[in-house]
């Protein structure tokens, strides 16, 4: 696996309670993401970041939050978890070639949250 | 509503058959990706193909892209028991940073 790390890797919590989400990289690229994944939906983008403190939303972002302080780390809060946030959460990074074309995205080992 | 969408949902073959994913998509894109995912893990990047491109091989993967129909195809050859897993296309847009994953199709290889 590139070294992308995610902490916790599993979580259950209560529904109203904040939830926060770390990955980690070690392969100093630009961008990273966060995904979730549910069955029949594949994989929905809720943030990604550009560069440090560069966020912009997804298309399910509602009900969540980001921030990126360092290149090497991106935190996903679930600011009141609802139990529709119940899912498998990814994140991702990826580099740009510079040349317009986007290169492929290395994943993290994902984050299973259960929220009761 | 994503940008890529798979057909057939599931697909169960035979080893050592071939097995054909289709992926649709809606806009205009900078290029196609595919990825594999093992139960339980995260996603694999196996190939991608820029909207300039019509065909690429990588060993046992051929895909094609057809920008006028907005399709794609992965094509594995002579699959194996190890193939089993769920195959996703994904799109980046012109311009875009986002890549848009669709639903994925279920491949299930038997030995």
């Known amino acids: 696996d590139a070294g992308i790390t995610q902490s916790p890797r599993h979580k259950v919590t209560e529904t109203g309670t904040p939830v926060t989400l770390r990955c980690h990289q070690t ?28 966020t912009d939303k997804g298309e399910v972002s509602d009900g969540y939050s980001v921030s990126r302080s360092k290149t090497e780390d991106f935190l996903l809060t679930l600011e009141s978890a609802t139990s529709s946030q119940t899912s498998v959460y990814f ?26 | 509503s994503q940008q890529g969408e ?24 900078n290029n196609l990706q595919w990825y594999r995912q093992n139960s339980g893990r995260g996603l694999v990047h196996l190939i991608l193909i820029r909207s ?14 057809d920008t006028s129909k907005k399709s794609s195809s992965l094509l594995i050859t002579a699959s194996r028991a ?10 980046v847009n012109t311009g875009g ?12 290889v038997k030995a």
Not at chain 1, 29 to 36: E, L
Not at chain 2, 6 to 24: K, R, V, W, Y
Request: charged share 20%; hydrophobic share 30%; aromatic share 14%.
């Open chain 2, 6 to 29: 798979e057909d057939p949902q599931a697909l169960s073959i035979q080893e050592g058959e071939n097995a054909t994913m289709n992926c649709s998509y809606k806009t205009s894109i």
């Open chain 2, 52 to 65: 300039n491109e019509r065909e690429k091989h990588s060993g046992r993967l051929r895909v094609t892209l």
């Open chain 1, 27 to 54: 392969e100093n690229h630009r961008y990273m993401y966060w995904y979730r994944q549910d069955p029949g939906h594949g994989l929905r983008l809720i943030h990604y970041s550009y560069g440090v403190k560069d």
């Open chain 2, 82 to 91: 190890a193939d089993t897993a769920s195959y996703f296309c994904a799109t």
């Open chain 2, 97 to 108: 940073f986002k890549t848009i994953f669709g639903a994925g199709t279920r491949l299930f």
């Open chain 1, 91 to 116: 994140c991702a990074i990826s580099a740009s070639t510079g040349e317009g074309f986007y290169n492929e995205q290395f994943f993290g080992p994902g984050t299973r949250l259960t929220v009761l």
